[in-house]
Structure formats: structure tokens, C-alpha cells
């Protein structure tokens, strides 16, 4: 069981470090636009190196901006939990801590994952056909890795669950 918590915990720690990179840097995009190369992220864009904020209100950044942050919110408050998970003091019986890390870490992977699909398609359809020379680039990468890794955080947390009722349903009565 704690072998499943720690493994959890890593991934969770890791996958929210990598939330809180890809979603600050401008890097989830790079293009050549006349003659230079420019890369942008979801705060800024960047041409023959010099940054600017982006002050356009465009509703697929402002969705995008805000999935990523309830993710790495939701994937803090579950590695909270998961702290908390190692210790056996519960003030409540029902309620199990690694099942609550493992439900929150999926709803994090949920909200990576709306937020990465929202940027993709747009990114395809639209900026796509408008820059012909363009790539997705590492920032935008990391953002499918830290998907991976809270979900992963939930399968080990949900485990360490199974595991635990596994246990108490083999007690005396």
C-alpha cells in the first residue's frame, strides 16, 4: 500500500511541477512569421526577441489558461491529500484519504486534458492554416507529460485504496 502512495506522491509532485512550467513559459507554439522565428505561450508571444503580454481576450487562451490553473490546483490539493493519506489517523471513518488523492488527481487529468484539447484544436484549425511554417514545441509538451503523470498519480492512489479495503475487509468481525 505504501509502495502505491509513494509512487503516487511521485508522479503527483512531478506532474505538478511540469503543470506550473508549461502553463507560465511561452513556448507551447513556435513559427516563422516574416523571416524570424516567434514562439507563444499562453501569457505572452515572443518575435525577433522581444516578449509581449498577450492582451487579446481570445476565449480558447482564456479556457486553456484556465483549465491548467484548476489543474495544478486540484493536483496540489491532492498531493495534500496524499500527504495526509500516510498517516492513519482518520477523524472520519468513511472517509479514505488515498481515494480522495486518487479522485482528485483524476479530476486534475481531466481538466489537462480539456485545457490541452481546447489549444490543440484551436491551434490545428486556426493558427495551423494561418502560420505555415509553425510546430508545437516543448512547453505544450509538457503539458501531455504532466497529463500523464496525474493520471498515473490516480491509478497508484486508487490502488493504494483497493489495497487498504482489501485489507480491512480481511479482519475479524
Known sequence: MY????????????GNILLVVCTATDYWMQYRLSGNYAH????????????????????????????????????FAGIIAGIMSFS????????????????????STFFVL????????????????????????????LGWVAMLMTFFAGIFYICAYRMCECRRGNGPR
Open 114 to 141: 480539456l485545457g490541452m484539447a481546447i489549444y490543440t484544436g484551436v491551434t490545428v484549425n486556426f493558427l495551423g492554416r494561418r502560420f505555415g511554417d509553425w510546430r508545437f514545441s516543448w512547453s505544450y509538451i
Open 40 to 75: 507563444q505561450g499562453l501569457w505572452r508571444y515572443c518575435m525577433a526577441n522581444k516578449c509581449y503580454m498577450q492582451t487579446d481576450s481570445i476565449a480558447y487562451w482564456n479556457a486553456t489558461r484556465a483549465f491548467m490553473i484548476l489543474s495544478g490546483m486540484t493536483c
Open 3 to 14: 509502495s502505491f502512495m509513494g509512487g503516487g506522491l511521485f508522479c503527483a509532485i512531478v
Open 88 to 107: 492513519h489517523f482518520s477523524s472520519f471513518e468513511r472517509f479514505n484519504r488515498s481515494f480522495a488523492a486518487g479522485i482528485m488527481f483524476f479530476v
